[in-house]
């Protein structure tokens, strides 16, 4: 049996390698969407956003890429998200950016992972366990600019930035915000939603306090869209994955998809007038065609409310799914073409001039690319590949 050295999946060591249905991450895309990042930011640092397995890229793969182009933060949601990047080795600075309870806390001391306080209480808290612990926590302020999530309100800001500053076992070495619609081609909550933060950092210096060194607030929608919101640190998710957050957002920075989803024919047959395909028997042609079965389905992630709409490349050319989307399974309509088993099928990606973009699966899906880029399960193996320079 053939193992290819490409493959890097620790966790699952069998029937990776040989299962057709895989994607394949372009690194070397990956590493010129960061560098085009980076020169549209000018001086600010970069917070490479790699929650939700780096959506679907691999978690620790896409770590390892940006702590080598000298990333300067990690941004994840979780905290077992943070764990496992500490237990694999990357050292850099890695902030959980979701809200937190107090039996996490003595986690992220033991690894070393930075703290979302998003309210006076959870900061004092956390300064409480960290001195329990004769520990020193990092952290990084939430403030609420329009988003009612987490964080304390714009408005009642002042106490929390009080707090902060008394706090003796925890270094407040953050504070930062997150955008509704950076992303829209109406900017005018975003222009407001920055304009909150401006006033919520000017404490620091109506009190002659020192502001956190990190003071940062910009996604994707706001890297390409509000370059006044890049402060001290930006915070690219999407983007990264060379994917735009939206039809709508301006283009200002060039990106490509760093993701690519493959699977091969398994099954050729010919199919007759009247005989429908698939569960609920939705879908049959009047007249003969040939139809190929590949090996994927929803419980992949290729979502069954795709069913009717979808495309895919085989031999350079689209053909539609027909029949409902299976857990492991579609059928595509070749009419009368040649297909053959073991043929490529891109279900993401290009082949020849021809490109399946997430964007499209997102609109067949009735959804956005970044659900569809996150839901992409993990038993599909992800394949690593790096072009030479
Ligand atoms: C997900 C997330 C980001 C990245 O958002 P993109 O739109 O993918 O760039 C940035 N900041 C926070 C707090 C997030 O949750």
């Known amino acids: 049996m053939h193992f290819d050295s490409r493959i890097n999946r620790p966790t699952i060591t069998t029937n990776d390698v040989v299962r057709p249905t895989l994607i394949e991450v372009d690194l070397s895309r990956l590493a010129e969407n960061y560098h085009a990042i980076r020169e549209q930011i000018g001086s600010a640092k970069i917070m490479p956003i790699l929650k939700a397995n ?13 702590e080598s182009l000298g990333a300067d933060y990690l941004g994840v949601a979780v905290l077992e998200e943070g764990i496992l990047l500490r237990e694999k080795g990357i050292q850099m600075p890695i902030l959980v950016l979701g809200g937190i309870l107090g039996n996490q806390v003595p986690y992220f001391l033991k690894y070393d992972l930075t703290i979302t306080a998003s309210s006076i209480e959870k900061l004092w808290q956390v300064d409480e366990i960290a001195e329990q612990l004769g520990s020193k926590a990092k952290v990084h302020l939430k403030i609420d600019t329009g988003m009612e999530r987490i964080g304390v309100h714009y408005y009642n800001a002042g106490g929390l930035l009080e707090a902060s500053v008394k706090c003796k076992h925890t270094d407040v070495e953050g504070i930062f915000s997150h955008f509704a619609n950076a992303d829209a081609a109406d900017l005018s909550h975003a222009r407001l939603q920055v304009e909150r933060f401006e006033e919520v950092l000017s404490f620091y210096e109506k009190h002659s306090l020192p502001a956190p060194r990190l003071r940062h607030m910009a996604n994707s929608g706001a890297i390409l869209q509000l370059p006044e919101a890049y402060f001290d640190m930006v915070r690219p998710g999407l983007m990264l994955y060379g994917v735009y957050p939206s039809p709508e957002v301006a283009r200002t920075v060039a990106l490509r998809p760093a993701l690519s989803w493959k699977s091969r024919v398994v099954y050729f047959k010919v ?5 429908p395909v698939g569960y609920g028997s939705t879908w049959q042609s009047d007249h003969m065609v040939r139809a190929v079965t590949v090996p994927l389905g929803y419980g992949d992630g290729y979502f069954r409310s795709m069913s009717h709409k979808a495309q895919v490349l085989i031999r350079g050319k689209r053909y539609p799914v027909v029949g409902l989307i299976s857990m492991d399974q579609i059928v595509v309509n070749i009419e009368w073409q040649s297909a053959y088993n073991d043929d490529e099928v891109v279900l993401i990606g290009e082949m020849g001039d021809e490109a399946v973009t997430v964007e499209e699966l997102a609109e067949w899906a009735g959804t956005i690319p970044y659900e569809i880029l996150t839901n992409i399960n993990t038993r599909v193996p992800r394949v690593y590949i790096e072009r030479q320079a």
């Open 271 to 275: 199919i007759k007038p009247g005989h």
């Open 54 to 66: 780096a959506y679907g890229h691999g978690l620790v793969e896409v770590a390892r890429l940006v």
